[in-house]
């Protein structure tokens, strides 16, 4: 049997999890890396990853070993959703000096984008318009076209309650108040209060609170437990989108024409006129971009063995497709493939610190995108290791980024562009001063392979830079390892540079057990998701370990407009699953606490 002299091995407090501190104090010779392969890694390093308009998981093993999802949406009697074109079109046999009837209820979007052709003017009076434009209702008339202008309900970031009925949200208009926020008026703006008060009718008093839009949030936040609905594309990271009915405009699948807070505008013209189409609404599909940031993912010791006794997918048979249902789904994978990797054991008197070639299926099957490498354990074992798990990643499509065949290389960013959305994935180590138990043959050099060093005179130029070039940056931390909810001092303050650099999104990648969170300079912050797939069910105080987070990130026109918390649970070393709604409101409310909120 395989073994490495002077490994000690020190039992962990509970059960069959291992310590994960305990290392080897073994460390290989490391030869010299290829010349060629570093040419060739270095010159497409920083290609930009053209992704499809939207990722629908095909392979094989999916449909075999996943549950299938019903994304079915409620029959409804409005229009179906159509293409439609993204300008008006010139009416073939337009008559000069015609009226068209736009009503002072339409959302400012929608009549900025609405350009009348020559020979046509606005009017607010009805009777002598033969065209308008209006509210869409069932009996409206000769109607040409149809766009859909879509709002989202919304809560204060760290609000529990993540859906309501659609019931619940009209009886809060018409003042009979029930459900999570119950007595509590909605809050909106001016135009939002015109918009639902032609499709709903007025509010009841005391039903609604209007304010200026830039005052919402603050609002909000300041009167928590607050609601209010927004449009679209007002939608930012303080935000909490609140699903109605099941059906959250967040969605890839989104359907418009099953969504309670989905408003149908019309084009209303004489019989026979068919030449005028409506601008596209302020959702348009083809400007959306879904990001799955995951947390540690180690497939060895109980996880492996896990994976030999009942098959590779099985840490992916409850959350699978969930995870490769996105466009960009990341994977932090702390540890190398290696050929000679040793059978796994529960028992091993070291850290097993590899993966069979073969464990990469699982990644596959979860549609991994982009591979983060900045763990503890690239340096554990030969060179080789490091250079298959790169070779095997870019066989199977997925970019990487954070670890390396060498210093230079380990620090370029993975580059995507989806839907018009430029997206920068960067990370780095934060190193053994910091970061005790990291080996110090773990970082990458000029001539060894590794996980990138932080250093931050580096990030301060290539964050600004990559942001001059359009890109969003997300970045992310191999930090402390704390056992604890709320976020030790250290990783506040080196978190929060990222951030101030102008950082969209700083993620911890480091912790076991979940840390809270924080907006920071603009960007969302999480200190730390814990595990994906690793073995320390049962090992932390009170369990925390068994928890963690999935971050559902999600991108529009070029901003980050919305983060949704996914919060899973293990059922044993390698299997995490959705948590049910009483155990994510517990720990919804753990979370919260721990983040000053």
């Excluded at 607050?226 to 967040?250: H, M, N, Q, T, Y």
């Excluded at 934060?430 to 005179?457: Q, R, S, Y």
């Amino acid at each position: 049997m395989f073994q490495v002299p002077g490994c000690r091995y020190r039992p962990a407090p509970t059960g069959y999890a291992i310590d994960m501190v305990n290392i080897p104090n073994y460390i290989w010779l490391r030869g010299v890396t290829l010349i060629t392969v570093l040419m060739l890694f270095s010159l497409t390093a920083c290609t930009p990853r053209q992704l499809p308009p939207a990722k629908t998981p095909d392979r094989a093993q999916i449909s075999a070993t996943l549950p299938a999802t019903d994304n079915q949406l409620p029959a409804t009697d409005l229009p179906a959703f159509e293409d439609r074109l993204p300008a008006t079109a010139i009416p073939a046999t337009a008559v000069p000096e015609q009226p068209v009837y736009l009503p002072d209820y339409l959302p400012k979007g929608l009549s900025e984008a609405f350009r009348l052709p020559p020979g046509y003017y606005a009017t607010a009076e009805a009777a002598n318009a033969a065209f308008s434009l209006k509210l869409w209702s069932p009996g409206l008339g000769s109607t040409q076209s149809i766009t859909w202008w879509t709002y989202a309900l919304v809560a204060p970031f760290p609000t529990i309650p993540g859906e309501v009925s659609a019931d619940e949200l009209r009886g809060a208009w018409a003042g009979e108040s029930s459900g999570p926020f119950a007595g509590l008026p909605l809050l909106v703006d001016e135009e939002t209060r015109k918009v639902f008060s032609t499709r709903w009718g007025e509010p009841a008093d005391g039903a609604v609170q209007v304010l200026p839009a830039e005052n919402l949030i603050e609002a909000a936040w300041t009167q928590r437990p607050s609601w209010g609905i927004v449009p679209f594309e007002a939608l930012e990271p303080r935000w909490k989108v609140l699903s109605v009915d099941g059906v959250s405009p967040l969605s890839i699948d989104f359907d418009p024409t099953g969504y309670a807070l989905s408003v149908p505008f019309a084009l209303v013209t004489p019989p026979g006129l068919y030449d005028w189409s409506l601008p596209i609404g302020n959702r348009d599909p083809n400007r959306l971009t879904v990001v799955n940031m995951t947390g540690v993912t180690a497939l060895v010791r109980g996880t492996a063995l896990m994976m030999e006794r009942y098959g590779i997918p099985y840490p992916a048979r409850d959350i699978g497709s969930l995870l490769a249902s996105v466009d960009i789904t990341h994977i932090n994978n702390e540890v190398p493939f290696y050929a000679e990797c040793p059978e796994p054991a529960l028992d091993w008197p070291w850290l097993i610190s590899c993966s069979p070639p073969d464990y990469i299926e699982l990644l596959n099957l979860v549609g991994a995108d982009v591979i983060e490498l900045t763990g503890d354990h690239f340096g554990d074992w030969p060179p080789e290791s490091m250079d298959l798990t790169l070779s095997l990643d870019e066989a199977h499509g997925m970019a990487t980024f954070g670890g390396g065949l060498n210093a230079e290389t380990a620090r370029q960013p993975a580059l995507f562009e989806h839907n018009g959305n430029r997206l920068a994935f960067i990370g780095c180590h934060i190193g053994g001063e910091v970061k005790t138990e990291t080996p110090e043959h773990a970082l990458a050099t000029d001539e060894l392979p590794g996980a990138a060093l932080c250093d931050f005179e580096w990030l301060a130029e290539e964050i600004p830079s990559l942001i001059s070039q359009g890109y969003q940056v997300i970045f992310t931390f191999q930090h402390q390892e704390i056992y604890s909810y709320p976020a030790s001092e250290r990783l506040v303050a080196d978190f929060s540079l990222p951030a101030q650099m102008g950082a969209t999104l700083v993620s911890g990648s480091q912790a076991h057990q979940p840390h809270g969170f924080a907006f920071d300079s603009g960007a969302f912050i999480h200190y730390g998701l814990g595990n994906l797939f690793f073995d320390q069910y049962h090992y932390c105080t009170d369990y925390a370990c068994d928890r963690a987070f999935i971050d559902r990130h999600v991108f529009y026109a070029g901003r980050h407009i919305s983060t949704e918390l996914i919060p899973i649970r293990f059922m044993d070393m390698a299997r995490p699953r959705l948590m049910i709604p009483d155990e994510a409101a517990r720990f919804l409310e753990i979370i919260f606490t721990a983040s000053g909120w």
